[in-house]
Antibody
Framework: EVQLVESGGGLVQPGGTLRLSCAAS????????MYWVRQPTGKGLEWVSG???????HYPGSVKGRFTISRENAKNSLDLQMNNLRAGDTAVYYC????????????????WGQGTTVTVSS | SYELTQPPSVSVSPGQTARITCSGD??????AFWYQQKSGQAPVLVIS???ERPSGIPERFSGSKSGTMATLTISGAQVEDEGDYYC???????????FGGGTKLTVI
């Protein structure tokens, strides 16, 4: 069964750091682009970061310079290092897989984890 | 920054056709994807690459695109189709991925 399981969420103070992890199983992890998507309570989805099979990374302006996505193919693991966190980063964070292997960033996401909650508050 | 625009809400009666639109300047050259999200659950891909329906998605879900507008159509909407629907695409350089603001579908 194809599965993504996020971990690492929690409560952190403004300016703090947090590292999220996503454990993948049931597919050839190294063949797929991977993404992080977040959703504040009661609001819409926001793409947070993406990493290609070659390790190329992409971020929106809202997190660029603060968040770092990385992958360890040998461990079937995806991480998101979040620094200098702000109240606006409070959300459920989802790990997601590209819909096709080696799709080069233009094939959407077909498998999602259940999410991990990040709360930034003093 | 790049934006995709959706109507905040759409309401139909059971059995009617629901249409949800998504507009974006790069859509003529970039695929649109559609996600369904029910309360408390992770999103589910219902339409891929403008018109493709993934395995397991009912035939009443279809997608189309014309110029800068993509449309998700649910023919014969059912109460179980209620939820939030998001379109998703990339900017013209394929460096930024964006979700639309979401459309709440009500079937009553």
């Amino acid at each position: 069964e194809v599965q993504l399981v996020e971990s690492g969420g929690g409560l952190v103070q403004p300016g703090g750091t947090l590292r999220l992890s996503c454990a993948a199983s049931g597919f050839i992890f190294s063949s797929y682009d991977m993404y992080w998507v977040r959703q504040p309570t009661g609001k819409g989805l926001e793409w947070v970061s993406g990493i290609g099979t070659a390790g190329d990374t992409h971020y929106p302006g809202s997190v660029k310079g603060r968040f770092t996505i990385s992958r360890e193919n040998a461990k079937n693991s995806l991480d998101l290092q979040m620094n200098n966190l702000r109240a606006g980063d409070t959300a459920v964070y989802y790990c997601a897989r590209a819909a096709l292997p080696y799709c080069g960033g233009d094939c959407g996401m077909d498998v999602w984890g259940q999410g991990t909650t990040v709360t930034v508050s003093s | 920054s790049y934006e995709l625009t959706q109507p905040p809400s759409v309401s139909v009666s059971p059995g009617q056709t629901a249409r949800i639109t998504c507009s974006g300047d790069a859509l003529p050259k970039k695929y649109a994807f559609w996600y369904q999200q029910k309360s408390g659950q992770a999103p589910v891909l219902v339409i891929s690459e403008d018109i493709e329906r993934p395995s397991g998605i009912p035939e009443r879900f279809s997608g189309s695109k014309s110029g800068t507008m993509a449309t998700l159509t649910i023919s014969g909407a059912q109460v179980e189709d209620e939820g939030d629907y998001y379109c998703y695409s990339t900017d013209s350089n394929s460096n930024l991925w964006v979700f639309g603001g979401g459309t709440k579908l009500t079937v009553i």
